[in-house]
């Protein structure tokens, strides 16, 4: 099993990013994915989900507006765009898939967002 983030980078305030999650190894059709983060000291936090049938979608409130959370079940990748980042999305942002009783994580990407 791999998840395998990409995208992150070092981008201004106020600009895009677009992290890409390609996944190998289990049946990717079947897993909810999400997308998570973690700053440095803090706890991880849910940023956006996505259903299995990409179907139904879910943003944490500071991300509500501003992130839109894909999937492609042909490429088996899941999407996070992010656009009008600021400071506080500075984090390393980590690709989760779901189902039942099971869970993966990739290795994070690294977004950090200059003033």
């Known amino acids: 099993v791999q998840l395998v983030e990409s995208g992150g980078g070092l981008v201004q305030a106020g600009g895009s990013l677009r992290l890409s999650c390609a996944a190998s190894g289990f049946t990717f059709r079947l897993y909810d994915m999400s997308w998570y983060r973690q700053a440095p000291g803090k706890a991880r936090e849910l940023v956006a989900g996505i259903n299995s049938f990409g179907g139904s979608t879910n943003y944490a409130d500071s991300v509500k507006g501003r992130c839109t959370v894909s999937r492609d079940n042909a490429e088996n990748t899941v999407y996070l765009q992010m656009n009008s980042l600021k400071q506080e999305d500075t984090a390393t942002y980590y690709c989760?898939?779901?189902?039942?009783?099971?869970?993966?994580w990739g290795q994070g990407t690294q977004v950090t967002v200059s003033s």
């Open positions: 989760n898939a779901h189902y039942r009783f099971l869970d993966y």
